[in-house]
Protein backbone atom coordinates (compact mmCIF):
# COMPACT_ATOMS: atom_id res chain seq x y z
CA UNK A 1 0.00 0.00 0.00
CA UNK A 2 1.28 3.62 -0.43
CA UNK A 3 0.02 6.23 1.92
CA UNK A 4 -0.56 9.54 0.22
CA UNK A 5 -0.99 13.15 2.62
CA UNK A 6 -1.95 16.87 0.78
CA UNK A 7 -0.97 20.40 2.29
CA UNK A 8 -1.10 23.56 1.06
CA UNK A 9 -4.91 24.52 -0.34
CA UNK A 10 -6.58 27.33 0.62
CA UNK A 11 -8.19 30.75 -0.49
CA UNK A 12 -6.43 33.22 -2.73
CA UNK A 13 -7.09 35.96 -5.10
CA UNK A 14 -7.02 35.81 -9.08
CA UNK A 15 -3.33 36.03 -10.71
CA UNK A 16 -2.32 34.98 -6.76
CA UNK A 17 0.04 31.28 -6.27
CA UNK A 18 -0.09 28.76 -4.15
CA UNK A 19 2.26 25.36 -3.61
CA UNK A 20 0.82 22.01 -2.47
CA UNK A 21 2.47 19.57 -1.74
CA UNK A 22 2.39 15.36 -1.50
CA UNK A 23 3.77 13.54 1.25
CA UNK A 24 4.13 9.59 -0.03
CA UNK A 25 5.10 6.64 2.04
CA UNK A 26 4.65 2.98 2.66
CA UNK A 27 5.27 0.61 -0.61
CA UNK A 28 6.59 3.82 -2.52
CA UNK A 29 9.26 2.05 -4.48
CA UNK A 30 6.18 0.03 -6.53
CA UNK A 31 4.82 3.51 -7.70
CA UNK A 32 7.00 5.26 -9.85
CA UNK A 33 4.33 7.47 -11.22
CA UNK A 34 3.19 10.52 -8.93
CA UNK A 35 0.20 12.81 -10.72
CA UNK A 36 -1.90 15.75 -9.80
CA UNK A 37 -5.86 15.32 -10.65
CA UNK A 38 -8.83 17.76 -10.11
CA UNK A 39 -11.92 17.50 -9.50
CA UNK A 40 -14.44 20.81 -9.58
CA UNK A 41 -18.03 20.62 -8.25
CA UNK A 42 -20.46 18.77 -10.43
CA UNK A 43 -17.31 17.68 -13.02
CA UNK A 44 -15.27 14.86 -13.06
CA UNK A 45 -11.93 14.16 -11.92
CA UNK A 46 -9.17 15.31 -14.20
CA UNK A 47 -5.36 15.13 -14.94
CA UNK A 48 -3.12 18.25 -14.26
CA UNK A 49 -0.01 16.99 -13.86
CA UNK A 50 2.34 13.99 -13.54
CA UNK A 51 6.05 13.36 -12.85
CA UNK A 52 7.88 10.07 -12.48
CA UNK A 53 10.01 9.68 -9.35
CA UNK A 54 13.18 8.01 -11.56
CA UNK A 55 13.47 11.01 -13.72
CA UNK A 56 11.74 12.16 -17.32
CA UNK A 57 10.04 15.05 -18.73
CA UNK A 58 6.77 15.95 -16.52
CA UNK A 59 3.53 15.73 -18.10
CA UNK A 60 0.81 18.46 -18.34
CA UNK A 61 -2.83 19.37 -18.95
CA UNK A 62 -3.03 21.97 -21.86
CA UNK A 63 -4.94 23.79 -19.48
CA UNK A 64 -2.65 24.44 -17.29
CA UNK A 65 0.72 23.95 -18.71
CA UNK A 66 3.21 27.19 -18.32
CA UNK A 67 1.10 28.19 -15.30
CA UNK A 68 1.45 25.43 -13.25
CA UNK A 69 4.79 23.14 -12.07
CA UNK A 70 5.12 19.80 -10.84
CA UNK A 71 8.77 19.00 -8.96
CA UNK A 72 9.65 15.90 -6.64
CA UNK A 73 11.90 15.71 -3.94
CA UNK A 74 13.10 12.00 -4.19
CA UNK A 75 14.94 12.50 -0.49
CA UNK A 76 11.55 13.24 0.96
CA UNK A 77 9.34 11.48 -0.71
CA UNK A 78 7.49 14.78 -1.91
CA UNK A 79 5.74 16.14 -4.92
CA UNK A 80 4.75 19.76 -5.10
CA UNK A 81 2.71 21.59 -7.25
CA UNK A 82 3.34 25.11 -7.64
CA UNK A 83 0.31 27.22 -8.97
CA UNK A 84 1.03 30.34 -10.35
CA UNK A 85 -1.85 32.69 -12.38
CA UNK A 86 -4.10 31.16 -10.93
CA UNK A 87 -7.76 31.65 -12.51
CA UNK A 88 -11.07 30.87 -10.94
CA UNK A 89 -11.61 28.14 -12.66
CA UNK A 90 -8.63 26.50 -11.13
CA UNK A 91 -10.97 26.44 -8.29
CA UNK A 92 -11.38 22.62 -7.22
CA UNK A 93 -10.45 19.96 -4.68
CA UNK A 94 -6.87 18.83 -5.85
CA UNK A 95 -5.70 14.97 -5.19
CA UNK A 96 -2.73 13.45 -5.22
CA UNK A 97 -2.23 9.75 -6.75
CA UNK A 98 0.00 7.42 -7.15
CA UNK A 99 0.83 4.40 -9.84
CA UNK A 100 2.95 2.24 -11.18
CA UNK A 101 2.91 3.96 -14.56
CA UNK A 102 2.02 7.60 -15.79
CA UNK A 103 -1.52 7.76 -17.48
CA UNK A 104 -4.09 10.45 -17.92
CA UNK A 105 -6.67 8.30 -16.65
CA UNK A 106 -7.81 8.62 -13.04
CA UNK A 107 -8.73 4.72 -13.19
CA UNK A 108 -5.66 3.93 -13.63
CA UNK A 109 -4.24 5.29 -10.25
CA UNK A 110 -4.89 3.09 -7.56
CA UNK A 111 -4.07 5.34 -4.70
CA UNK A 112 -5.09 8.45 -3.82
CA UNK A 113 -5.02 10.97 -1.28
CA UNK A 114 -7.31 12.52 0.69
CA UNK A 115 -7.59 15.75 -1.45
CA UNK A 116 -7.24 18.88 -0.48
CA UNK A 117 -9.26 22.40 -1.35
CA UNK A 118 -7.94 25.37 -4.10
CA UNK A 119 -10.00 27.89 -4.18
CA UNK A 120 -9.35 30.98 -6.52
CA UNK A 121 -11.47 34.22 -5.93
CA UNK A 122 -12.32 36.72 -8.83
Known amino acids: QVQLVESGGGLVQAGGSLRLSCNAS????????MGWFRQAPGKEREFVAAISWSGGTPYYAKSVRGRLTISRDNAKNTVYLQMNSLKPEDTATYYC???????????????WGQGTQVTVSS
Open 26 to 33: GRTFRSDG
Open 97 to 111: AAADRITYAPANWPY
